[in-house]
């Protein structure tokens, strides 16, 4: 099994600053096989990153992925409002398909 | 629009069973394989079990395996997990999640809201 491991657990920052992400692997993803979510209080999980660095349909160009086999990050270029929420790597190159423990983005 | 409309959550005793249900619309449920995702409320996401497209490829978490089986009818748009042998490490908010392409080993272009299952005496 692919252990994940999301640093910080907490991100304090104020609208319009950078938000840096990351996720790393305990052995190497498969193809790049890695995505990003993103969750907000009683939600479900929304797609932003596939393939590391792939936007999904809809987001916002301020989201971008970047990485290669153990270490991914996720950036968010200048945090909006909406951008306040805990976010979530998946690895889905090998099985089990596995996730890691999250970060959350909270307002400074 | 995409929607996945989880239902079947409920409180159960434990070693009692349960039988979630995933109703799709909005795609071409044959295309894509399925898989539940769950939550504990407040703590993270945990696969549980995947589907593929055409039903024949199943997988699942080993702390599931052996108690929860995974179906999917693809002529009701339907996607199934019956759970059985429940513990109270099983409480947690289910989600149907849709893979973009009909392997499992996929990322998930979509959720539905979940389902809360409690197990509890």
């Known amino acids: 099994e692919i252990v994940l491991t999301q640093s910080p657990g907490t991100l304090s920052l104020s609208p319009g600053e950078r938000a840096t992400l990351s996720c790393r692997a305990r052995q190497s993803v498969s193809s790049n096989y890695l995505a990003w979510y993103q969750q907000k209080p009683g939600q479900a999980p929304r797609l932003l990153i596939h393939?590391?660095?792939s936007r999904a349909t809809g987001i916002p160009d301020r989201f971008s992925g970047s990485g290669s086999g153990t270490d991914f990050t996720l950036t968010i270029s200048r945090l909006e409002p909406e951008d306040f929420a805990v976010y979530y790597c998946?690895?889905?190159?090998?099985?089990?398909?596995?996730f890691g423990g999250g970060t959350k983005v909270e307002i400074k | 629009e995409v929607q996945l409309v989880e239902s079947g959550g409920g409180l159960v005793r434990p070693g009692g069973s349960l039988r979630l249900s995933c109703a799709a619309s909005g795609f071409t449920f044959s295309s894509s394989a399925m898989s539940w995702v769950r939550q504990v409320p407040g703590k993270g996401l945990e696969w549980v079990s995947g589907?593929?497209?055409?039903?024949?490829?199943?997988y699942y978490a080993d702390s599931v395996k052996g108690r929860f089986t995974v179906s999917r009818d693809n002529s009701k748009n339907a996607l199934y997990l019956q759970m059985n042998s429940l513990r109270a490490e099983d409480t947690a908010v289910y989600y149907c999640?849709?893979?973009?392409?009909?392997?499992?080993?996929?990322?998930?272009?979509?959720w539905g809201q979940g389902t809360l299952v409690t197990v509890s005496s």
């Open positions: 999640a849709k893979a973009q392409w009909q392997l499992v080993h996929d990322y998930f272009d979509y």
């Open positions: 393939g590391a660095s």
């Open positions: 998946q690895q889905y190159g090998s099985s089990p398909l596995t």
């Open positions: 589907i593929g497209a055409g039903g024949g490829n199943t």
